[in-house]
């Protein structure tokens, strides 16, 4: 018999930040049924995180068209064109406005794409906020059974219909399992936002380099997010490529940008304060520590880690500690060190499968509505030019035509101004404040 042909398959993916896109992009090819042809075309929402063309050749994800967008923009596109999934990345407020908008959008048709969202890595605050700013779409993907357990008690916890919890894995997982190098490798994730201020991100990367002096027979790197002036998911004011200018820094020290897992592909121990990167090298098996040097508190997300073995301090580390992770609790984190790895999308595979054979989807329906948040949601929706009924308010962007080259100009001076105001403006005035 011939081989049968793979199915086409018309997949949306919507972001607003480098890691949004990173993660939107690999679960569409996760979370795709078995041999489709997939026909990726992506959506960089226009904002302060909206990811440069270096960021995204970093990603080192393809799509067969990618392009920016405003928020109106992108829901007459959907109006006009026929998707088989819609993959929303995004952060939860434009989340709900873009379920409002796809509701308005999609009024009367009999046939609509599968609406999927979910989170780009560990949730640590905020969980029922953004959790119910998600709810309204097909599936909602939880990275852990811990996280899926979660979700399901919040919206049951509000009588919200708890069916789209989908358990998955994070998308970007893989690679070797970790062998030993020479010279052995201590790499520090920095993460944009955690710790914020001066005083922490200077102790941290002291803290590192004195690492690399008590031990020139490694190799210390410390893996940054950005360059200068870019932006990712969360603001970085104080970029630690800056703190380190005026610093004499060791010879076996070096600063790194580049694709996490190929960071990954060279290292003995990860160190982090919460970044995401600690579960993708836990899933390598890799040595991982997360620092309790600023305390375990919620605001540095390191909570998330109580139970697991890693937490150590850099005295530790200087002392040559070895971390050893609870099995336990990281079976219970989506991290599939076990080798379940492939098997862990393959609910979501059958959800979408089932919903696009269905072929017809009923109209989407958010928890939150003018009803039940008549405070709340209103404000939600106008940040992204959408009314209370989700239809574009009157002087939203217009789709139809491309910005002009003075537009164009303008919209780059504003964001450069945003960024040098965020970067430089905000944190001094933000000293002044503590004289």
């Known amino acids: 018999m011939p081989a049968s042909t793979p199915k086409s398959l018309r997949v949306a993916v919507l972001a607003d930040s ?15 049924p078995a041999e489709s042809d997939i026909h ?40 006009k064109e026929r998707y088989d999934v819609l993959v929303l990345a995004l952060v939860g407020g434009a989340v709900q406005a873009m379920i409002h908008g796809l509701a308005r959008a999609w009024d009367g048709r009999t046939e609509r794409p599968v609406v999927v969202t979910g989170y780009v890595g560990v949730v640590y605050e905020k969980l029922a906020d953004g959790l119910l700013l998600r709810h309204g779409a097909d599936l909602v993907l939880a990275n852990s059974r811990q ?11 509000v009588d919200a219909d708890a069916s789209s919890v989908t358990e998955v894995a994070l998308p970007f ?13 201590v790499v520090f994730a920095a993460q944009p936002s955690v710790p914020e201020s001066r005083k922490d991100r200077t102790y941290l990367l002291n803290r590192l380099i004195r690492h690399a002096r008590l031990h020139p027979d490694r190799e210390v790197l410390l893996k940054l997010r950005s360059k200068p002036g870019e932006h990712t998911t969360h603001i970085e004011e104080l970029p630690y490529q800056k703190l380190a200018q005026k610093t004499d820094l060791p010879a076996n020290f070096r600063l790194v940008y580049g ?87 393959d609910v979501a595979r059958f959800r979408i499968t089932e919903l696009l054979e269905a072929g017809h989807l009923p109209s989407l329906a958010p928890y939150y509505t003018p009803v039940t948040a008549p405070g709340y949601l209103p404000g939600i929706l106008a940040r992204h030019h959408l009314g209370p009924d989700g239809s574009p308010l009157p002087g939203a962007p217009a789709a139809d035509r491309e910005p002009s080259p003075v537009r164009q100009i303008v919209r780059r001076a504003a964001r450069g101004a945003y960024r040098h105001g965020v970067q430089r403006v905000a944190p001094v005035i933000r000293r002044m404040g503590e004289l």
Request: net charge negative; hydrophobic share 35%; aromatic share 8%.
């Open 40 to 79: 990726l075309d992506g959506f960089l929402l226009r904002g302060r995180a909206t990811p440069t063309a270096r960021q995204l050749e970093e990603v080192g994800v393809r799509a067969d068209s990618l392009r920016e967008v405003t928020a109106v923009e992108f829901l007459r596109e959907m109006a």
């Open 173 to 185: 997982l893989g690679g070797d399992g970790y062998e030993k190098h020479d010279p052995y490798t």
């Open 147 to 157: 996280d899926a357990d979660r979700f399901r008690a919040v919206y049951e916890g």
């Open 259 to 345: 694709h996490m897992g190929d960071v990954l592909d060279r290292t003995d121990l990860l160190v982090t304060i919460s970044s995401t990167a600690a579960l993708e090298s836990l899933h390598r098996r890799i040595p991982t520590v997360v620092l309790t040097d600023l305390g375990v508190r919620e605001a540095l997300g390191n909570h998330h880690f109580v139970g697991s073995g890693c937490l150590a301090s850099w005295d530790q580390l200087d002392d040559r500690h070895q971390p050893s992770p609870d099995p336990r609790w990281v079976a219970r984190q989506g991290v599939a060190a076990d080798g379940s790895y492939e098997t862990a999308f």
């Open 18 to 32: 480098d890691t949004r896109w990173k993660w939107g992009s690999l679960t569409a090819n996760r979370i795709s």
